[in-house]
């Protein structure tokens, strides 16, 4: 699996795969592309007996715009989505009738709806001429706490009630406060169960959408499926809950994505990213794509997160990152984005000669704001950590110590005891095959192109550090870097690429879960960023330059 051209090929029911499951086992498997920037460029289905073959293919311009999506195998017996538009290079921006925008950016024809945006680039309407129509309205934090949709003449104001950032209650038309219209209940940052005058259904979801909804007695309620950027496949229910973490709206078609909008049928967003992007990924100036256009492993589930004085940002809080809440940053000097799309964050520039793996690295770096994606710093700046990692899990004892964490981790993942008999079904089966096949060289092979915790691996948030800390370099003790950069070299350590990989193959088990797997005591109680550490440390013992 090439690093910088990637095809992944991963089976149904696994936390990587577009999950495409009936209750009886039946399922089909799924096949994606990637460019050499890692933009999904073909996705293909091999069709089953209820859900026919499809495959999508995508064409995207110099500037990460995707100008075609067009039908490259199958979709017979099913209406795929395919859409060509024409792109003003010059502003990223859709150009020609009837997409329109105003001064600020913001799309107020979509091809489908006419939008109106407040001064703060909110929408405030959405509608379709003659047939539906939607008007919303924010609290101070800029989160949706009332909508008022009319679709086919009939309308439903709807009042949210919200914690931190999540919906957990809704009424409609009025309803009483002690009666609420649905409840949501959560576990951690996912949805648990939906509450209604239907009883109590339960979510399932894959690492980036619902999946399967299910009754107290574990019927199966419906099934949700979407293509790549989110195009509904198979709902049967209408369940609003179809892409990522988004709320889709009926009137419009479009997502409620918290601080703008999400068209799915043209896989952008309405309005500008209110950050601009990471001078070392270009594609990421683009502020309308969604995700960098890898909608398969990433998500962008509320685009706000707190930005320090120093260019560098947090992890949001709901990402389980460890990122400081609203009130945190504000209260210690952050700016808490989108709250302040206007203000741009003061630029620093970090110089650095030393010398981390063999080569003398001479950085000029203009960090901004965001933290550097992995996959690009490593991947195309420092490939010799890779090859460092290959050679650290080649090891007697760093591979013994992988393959030990990988396959305690594994069945961690899987809710699975060991010495538990594997389940007869295809999810047994798969369990069973990473458990049997684990080494450590498998773990070093994916570790060069994981990309499972793209906002920033290891981090140690809110510490200054040296460059002789975060390399093991002596040679250079004085110079002192910015959070942004230490996070970068971080990820240059081979360590960190082991790290990723081992949560890459074993079923993307969790920091918790590697971390009890390597004898951590009270792991499974630790946050994400402690456990993360303390499973890092478990593996330098180990695996050592």
């Given at each position: 699996m090439s690093a910088l051209a990637r095809t992944s090929e991963r089976n149904c029911r696994t936390r990587t795969t577009n999950e495409n499951c009936t209750a009886n086992e039946s399922w089909?498997?799924?096949?994606y592309s990637y460019d050499s920037l890692y933009r999904l460029t073909n996705a293909s289905t091999t069709g089953s007996t209820n859900y026919p073959a499809w495959?999508?293919?995508?064409?995207y311009d110099l500037y990460g715009n995707r100008s075609i999506q067009g039908t490259s195998s199958g979709c017979t017996g099913i209406t795929c989505p395919t859409n060509s538009v024409t792109i003003n290079a010059a502003t990223n921006r859709?150009?020609?009738?009837?997409?329109?925008?105003?001064l600020g950016g913001n799309m107020t024809n979509d091809g489908q709806n006419t939008i109106v945006y407040d001064g703060e680039n909110r929408a405030v309407s959405a509608t379709v001429t003659g047939s539906s129509s939607g008007?919303?309205?924010?609290?101070?934090?800029?989160?949706?706490v009332q909508k008022v949709s009319v679709v086919s003449g009939t309308t439903i104001t709807t009042a949210y009630i919200?914690?931190?950032s999540k919906v957990i209650a809704e009424y409609d038309n009025g309803a009483l406060p002690a009666a609420p219209t649905r409840e949501y209940v959560y576990a951690g940052t996912a949805l648990l169960a939906k509450i209604d005058t239907s009883g109590t259904?339960?979510?399932h979801q894959?690492?980036?959408s619902n999946r399967l909804v299910t009754d107290s007695s574990g019927n199966t309620v419906t099934?949700?499926?979407h293509f790549p950027f989110g195009e509904s496949w198979y709902n049967a229910s209408n369940d609003k809950l179809v892409f990522t973490s988004y709320e889709r709206d009926a009137e419009s078609g479009n997502d409620y994505a918290k601080a703008r909008y999400y068209i799915s049928r043209l896989a952008r967003f309405s309005s500008p990213d209110p950050v601009t992007g990471n001078p070392l990924n270009p594609q990421s100036w683009n502020r309308y794509t969604y995700v960098q256009n890898d909608p398969i492993n990433l998500s962008d589930p509320q685009g706000k997160y707190c930005q320090w004085e120093d260019g560098t940002s947090d992890d949001p809080p709901e990402q389980g990152g460890g990122g400081a809440s609203r009130d945190e940053c504000t209260s210690q000097g952050g700016k808490w984005v989108p709250d302040a799309p206007d203000a741009q964050p003061a630029d620093e520039t970090v110089t650095v000669t030393a010398d981390p793996i063999d080569d003398v690295i001479q950085l000029n770096a203009t960090i901004e704001q965001t933290l550097l994606v992995p996959r690009n710093t490593v991947g195309a700046l420092y490939p010799r950590a890779a090859i460092l990692a290959l050679q650290l899990a080649l090891d007697p004892d760093c591979a013994k110590f992988l393959k030990k964490i990988g396959q305690s981790a594994t069945l961690a993942a899987a809710n699975m005891q060991a010495g538990a008999p594997f389940l007869p079904n295809a999810a047994g089966r798969l369990v069973q095959s990473t458990y049997d096949n684990y080494t450590g060289l498998q773990v070093a092979q994916l570790a060069f192109s994981s990309t499972a915790d793209v906002q920033g691996v290891d981090k140690r948030e809110g510490k200054f550090t040296t460059f002789a800390a975060a390399t093991g370099n002596t040679d250079n003790p004085q110079i002192t870097l910015y959070r942004a950069f230490t996070i970068a070299v971080l990820k240059l350590q081979a360590q960190v690429l082991l790290h990723e990989g081992t949560h890459e193959l074993a079923l993307y088990a969790s920091d918790q879960q590697l971390a009890a797997a390597a004898g951590v005591p009270g792991a499974a109680q630790m946050d994400i960023s402690h456990a993360s550490d303390a499973f890092t440390t478990e593996l330098e013992k180990h695996c050592k330059p």
């Open positions: 089909t498997r799924t096949k495959g999508l293919s995508e064409t859709i150009s020609g009738s009837p997409y329109a925008y105003d008007t919303y309205t924010y609290d101070g934090n800029s989160l949706r919200i914690s931190g259904k339960y979510y894959d690492h980036l099934q949700i499926g």
